[in-house]
T-cell receptor, first 112, second 115 residues
Framework: DTAVSQTPKYLVTQMGNDKSIKCEQNLGHDTMYWYKQDSKKFLKIMFSYNNKELIINETVPNRFSPKSPDKAHLNLHINSLELGDSAVYFC???????????FGEGSRLTVL | AQSVTQPDIHITVSEGASLELRCNYSYGATPYLFWYVQSPGQGLQLLLKYFSGDTLVQGIKGFEAEFKRSQSSFNLRKPSVHWSDAAEYFCAVGAGIQGAQKLVFGQGTRLTINP
């Protein structure tokens, strides 16, 4: 069983479209995250949810809307996709503020 | 605000040679420090972490790191690298926020191993 699973792994779409990436974790952790890794491999936190409550929102454009239906799921919806949104998006989870981050394998988004 | 600098973007070493990857951080309080490794097409995996106590921490795959507060550094070392160590290595500094962990990553160091 994969601890943190993301779907889809690859996503190619046109500018202006809306797309979603889903994340599920089976570790029983309370806290989930979305990170963005750009083409230069720079990794930056976008959002964090703790038990379905938004805790961290790192000045991400409001075209990005995370949703946590329960503490095992954190989905990322992106409206009006732009070229600069092309990146690898990683979902991650921790048991608390000092625990190890468990990452999914990433979802590579390409906007044409 | 936290920040992390990894001065070396790319390092090449020969198999069997020793390795040191540099990491400098900036953080006002006692930092939580981490090293993660990313293999191509994969997510990140934790190598080791420092929260407090002994400043020399041991991790998986034979890696260790030393926290030096006076130098604001947390360098990663391995006495003898293997071809399978070729990957991207990320240093990170973390802060707890309301039950969540805000990690700030360095730019990464790509490690190439020569046979």
């Amino acid at each position: 069983d994969t601890a943190v699973s993301q779907t889809p792994k690859y996503l190619v779409t046109q500018m202006g479209n809306d797309k979603s990436i889903k994340c599920e974790q089976n570790l029983g952790h309370d806290t989930m995250y979305w990170y963005k890794q750009d083409s230069k491999k720079f990794l930056k936190i976008m959002f964090s949810y703790n038990n379905k409550e938004l805790i961290i929102n790192e000045t991400v454009p409001n075209r990005f809307s995370p949703k946590s239906p329960d503490k095992a799921h954190l989905n990322l919806h992106i409206n009006s996709l732009e070229l600069g949104d092309s990146a690898v998006y990683f979902c991650a989870t921790t048991r608390g503020p000092t625990g190890e981050l468990f990452f999914g394998e990433g979802s590579r988004l390409t906007v044409l | 605000a936290q920040s992390v600098t990894q001065p070396d973007i790319h390092i090449t070493v020969s198999e069997g040679a020793s390795l040191e990857l540099r990491c400098n951080y900036s953080y006002g309080a006692t930092p939580y420090l981490f090293w993660y490794v990313q293999s191509p097409g994969q997510g990140l995996q934790l190598l080791l972490k420092y929260f407090s106590g002994d400043t020399l921490v041991q991790g998986i795959k034979g890696f260790e790191a030393e926290f030096k507060r006076s130098q604001s550094s947390f360098n990663l070392r391995k006495p003898s690298v293997h071809w399978s160590d070729a990957a991207e290595y990320f240093c990170a500094v973390g802060a707890g926020i309301q039950g969540a962990q805000k990690l700030v990553f360095g730019q990464g160091t790509r490690l190439t191993i020569n046979p």
